[in-house]
């Protein structure tokens, strides 16, 4: 079965600090990588995707992602960090033909004015 | 934006009673989910439904589980017989075919 590894639990930053969020994955096949964002009080969102092709993805809010094939690696990437952008991140995998959505652990980001 | 939403955003019930939490999907989409998060822990997933049945389940989603789209608006999930473990959020989730799934904002269940 697939895992998702998310290696910072809780992660505290000033404002305009760049930002690496770890995600590592353990399948063997294809698979769809997604990370989604949960602030305060609101639902998970979306944040971007990659199912094939260009392995940097741009998605909302200036987030993007690095797909690493060979590393098992989505990592995903804000250069300048704002107070905003304090929220619980989720990495997530789908297999190629599978529904199911694996999800990390998460990480606490909190960023500090 | 279309949005899922899910009701009650709370439930409080005693061990041994049924719940059903209440989902409504996107309009438009054609695949739906239900996931659960218990607090600390993973998001999980529990099952998925499509064309009016289950497609696929895991290894939570035992008997005392099940899932249901009584009308063309709502997809529900039923607990028969609730336990203390299964206090969580759950999240209710749907799609298109492109698989984004698109996520309520949980109802949070408490069993006494």
């Known amino acids: 079965a697939q895992s998702v590894s998310q290696h910072n639990h809780h992660v505290i930053l000033s404002e305009a600090a760049s930002l690496e969020l770890g995600c590592n994955y353990s399948y063997g096949g294809t698979v769809n990588l997604f990370w989604y964002v949960q602030y305060p009080g609101q639902h998970l969102q979306l944040l971007l995707k990659?199912?094939?092709?260009?392995?940097l993805v741009k998605g909302i809010k200036g987030f993007e992602a690095e797909f690493i094939k060979s590393k098992f690696s989505f990592n995903l990437r804000k250069p300048s960090v704002q107070w905003s952008d304090t929220a619980e991140y989720f990495c997530?995998?789908?297999?190629?033909?599978?529904?199911?959505?694996?999800f990390g652990s998460g990480t606490r980001l909190q960023v500090q004015p | 934006e279309p949005e899922v939403t899910q009701t009650p955003s709370h439930q409080v019930t005693q061990m041994g009673q049924e719940v059903i939490l209440r989902c409504v999907p996107i309009s438009n989409h054609l695949y739906f989910y239900w996931y659960r998060q218990i607090l600390g822990q993973k998001v999980e997933f529990l099952v998925s439904?499509?064309?009016?049945?289950?497609?696929?389940k895991s290894e939570i989603f035992d008997d005392q589980f099940s899932v249901e789209r009584p009308d063309g608006s709502n997809f529900t999930l039923k607990i028969r017989s609730t336990k203390l473990e299964d206090s969580a959020m759950y999240f209710c989730?749907?799609?298109?075919?492109?698989?984004?799934?698109?996520f309520g904002a949980g109802t949070r269940l408490s069993v006494l």
């Open positions: 989730a749907s799609t298109t075919e492109k698989n984004i799934q698109y």
């Open positions: 439904f499509y064309n009016n049945e289950i497609s696929e």
């Open positions: 990659y199912f094939s092709g260009d392995p």
């Open positions: 997530a995998v789908i297999p190629t033909g599978r529904r199911a959505l694996t």
